[in-house]
């Protein structure tokens, strides 16, 4: 059964340092989520593509975060520097269009900040 | 805009007694719903959706849900509940206005004693 991957699974970095993550999506799945959990709350989305375009970063902190789908297939998403408060999930998911279809979800990275 | 509001943060049932999460939406559209599911420690699983056909919506582990347009609601239920049950549950909504952004609830956590 196809998946969505992720990587890492577990992140441990310091304050002010950088760190990556990335995504694999489903083959042939147009539209790619980076959604950002913190324990005890729902997922909040930072970014959607369509194909290799953003279609929404209006809650992506841009002074430190940034994300990329260069040829629409697998994507990477940055944060520098790090924060202490950015300690959370990371959950990359892949739907086979913006509409009326249910997204995948990979296992998500999680990320401690010290 | 789209929101959705789940009206409770915990439920606790005994094994083999009905479920029922409740959940209210806000949408400028004609919106699609679903409820996911995540268990510790792992990915969020798709529980069910709808999609403007039929408003009973049957899923996947004996859940349901209906679609209720006059109340904005969208309330899962299941006839008995099982100990594998137990688990955070979220309510989830989508609109054309927003490019198909998955804007999830707070989640209920599923509390299931013997």
């Known amino acids: 059964e196809a998946e969505v991957a992720q990587s890492p699974r577990y992140k441990i970095t310091e304050k002010s340092q950088a760190v990556a993550f990335w995504c694999d999506p489903i083959?042939?799945?147009?539209?790619l989520y980076w959604y950002r959990q913190i324990l005890g709350q729902g997922p909040e989305l930072l970014v959607q593509?369509?194909?290799?375009?953003?279609?929404?970063d209006s809650q992506l902190p841009k002074d430190r975060f940034s994300a990329e789908r260069l040829k629409g297939v697998d994507s990477t998403l940055k944060i520098q520097p790090a924060e202490l408060g950015d300690s959370a999930m990371y959950l990359c998911?892949?739907?086979?269009?913006?509409?009326?279809?249910?997204?995948?979800f990979g296992q998500g990275t999680r990320l401690t900040v010290v | 805009a789209q929101s959705v509001t789940q009206l409770d943060s915990h439920v606790s049932v005994s094994e083999g007694t009905p479920v029922l999460l409740r959940c209210n939406y806000s949408s400028s559209y004609s919106p699609s719903l679903f409820w996911y599911v995540q268990h510790p420690n792992k990915g969020l699983q798709l529980l069910l959706k709808y999609t403007s056909a039929a408003t009973l919506v049957k899923g996947i582990n004996g859940f349901e849900a209906e679609f209720k347009k006059s109340e904005t609601s969208f309330h899962l239920t299941k006839p008995s509940a099982h100990m594998s049950d137990a688990a955070e549950y979220f309510c989830v909504v989508s609109d054309r206005d927003s490019w198909g952004k998955l804007q999830f609830g707070a989640g209920t956590q599923v509390v299931v004693t013997p």
């Open positions: 083959s042939g799945h147009a539209t």
């Open positions: 998911a892949s739907s086979l269009r913006y509409m009326n279809t249910e997204a995948f």
């Open positions: 593509f369509q194909d290799e375009s953003v279609v929404d």
